[in-house]
């Protein structure tokens, strides 16, 4: 072979060696690029081809998109638990200051009147502390709800049950209408929020009935806890279902403004939802749906 022929493969070979080491550098300087925007929490995947380089570079991608999401999700729940630390601690700090206000005064005089107050505000403070627990847990996911299909009778039955003396106390009625109404939901968690509802009734309801029904739709369950008190205005709707939310027809009453936010964890975290339907001065509905399948 000719001189020419042996010159023209070296520089052939010389010249492809050139290419594959730029393709290298390329590959290894986009890996490098991809992991300082990790780094600085900036990634974004792309689209990749799936030459033998580009699958290493395909699967960092994937990889950092998985390390991304997970960091941000953790970043939220971070948040999540700063914000519901900074509500106890903003929440709490009335009742304990007024709890050793009074213990206080005991030690100076007996008074009934004082240990009356003191008893309310230590129950008002296990409520709130009692009503965080369960929210956070929900929040967090150390809890779960496991929904399952049943009858929406007896928790109707149970959760009206635990208020009939106080209803009654106040001159209310309440009732609870049978029902074969069935859904797919968790017992415990939806009585939690099935009695919250009640609860609410009975403490804004000076006079009057409550009334404690379901209705079954073809996707839904529908309870219904209406009662003939003073109602909501509609301006607070938007924000009723906030945690610590208290609307204006709640001065005076009993309460820390966290119950209907549980509602609301626990409706969605069973594919539910809650709706209020009232006119002010004319009672209100909290109306609980639950998913039939």
Known sequence: ???????????????????ERYRLQRTLHHLDHMLDDAIQGRFQ????????LSALETKLAHYLSASAVSTQNLQEEKNKIKTLIADISHQTKTPIANIMLYTQLLEEQAD????????????KLQSLIDALVKTSRLETGVLTLHPRPGPLWPIMEEA???????????????????TEATAVFDPKWTAEALCNLIDNAVKYTPEGEIMVRAIAYELFSRIDVEDTGPGIPEDDFNRLFQRFYRGSASYGAEGVGIGLYLVRQIAEGQGGYIKVFSKHGKGAKFSLFLPRT
């Open 1 to 19: 072979m000719s001189n020419l022929f042996w010159a023209t493969l070296l520089l052939a070979a010389l010249l492809l060696a050139v290419w």
């Open 45 to 52: 995947e792309q689209d990749f081809n799936e030459s033998l």
């Open 112 to 123: 009934e009147s004082c240990t009356a107050a003191l008893s309310a505000q230590t129950r």
């Open 160 to 178: 009206a049950a635990q208020f009939e003396a106080q209803a009654s106390e106040k001159g209310l009625h309440l009732t609870v209408i049978s």
